[in-house]
Every structure is written in structure tokens, then in C-alpha cells.
């Protein structure tokens, strides 16, 4: 079997377990998010996203939380915005 296919087959496994984990190391948290380690590093070290270092060295990240953090801050898409404009419209109208 070709290497490289090994090793694709190999990184779909790991994903996968990963996403069934629930405290995610820091290797797996740079994975899941797409964020950069020396990114992740600066983050962590200002207190920016939530994290725990149990033992004062390695880092830990609670996936509920990581995905509470990434969802921050969200837009609403236009028809979002239209209909509660629509909504508003209804709700106060003069009679």
C-alpha cells in the first residue's frame, strides 16, 4: 500500500478519535481549531481563550468551552436581520 495513503488513512483516525474527546491536549486543539501553535501559545498565555494547566506545564482545553470561545462574537446573516427587522415591524404597528 502506498505510503502516503497510509498516512492520510492514519490522520482521518486520529481525527476522528479526536472528535469524541472531550479535554483536548494542545497538539489536538492547534488541530481542531486550525489555529497556529505559536497563535495558541500567545493566546494562553493571555488568558484570551480558556485553558487549564493542571500540573503548571502541560495545557489542556475543555472542547465545550473551545467551541463556546470559536462561536463568540457571531454575525447575523442578512435574512437573520430582515426578519427580525420584519418582526419589530409587526410587533409595533400602530393600530
Not at 497538539?27 to 500540573?55: A, M, V
Not at 470561545?69 to 409587526?90: G, V, Y
Amino acid at each position: 500500500m502506498d505510503t502516503i495513503l497510509i498516512f492520510d488513512r492514519l490522520d482521518r483516525l486520529e481525527k476522528l478519535l479526536t472528535a469524541h474527546k472531550e479535554v483536548l491536549t494542545f497538539e489536538e486543539t492547534c488541530d481542531y481549531t486550525g489555529i497556529s501553535r505559536s497563535y495558541l501559545y500567545k493566546l494562553t498565555s493571555s488568558g484570551t481563550i480558556p485553558h487549564s494547566k493542571p500540573n503548571g506545564k502541560m495545557i489542556f482545553f475543555e472542547k465545550r468551552k473551545l467551541n463556546n470561545w470559536l462561536l463568540q462574537n457571531s454575525r447575523k446573516s442578512k435574512a437573520e436581520i430582515e426578519n427580525e427587522a420584519l418582526r419589530h415591524t409587526f410587533k409595533n404597528r400602530r393600530p
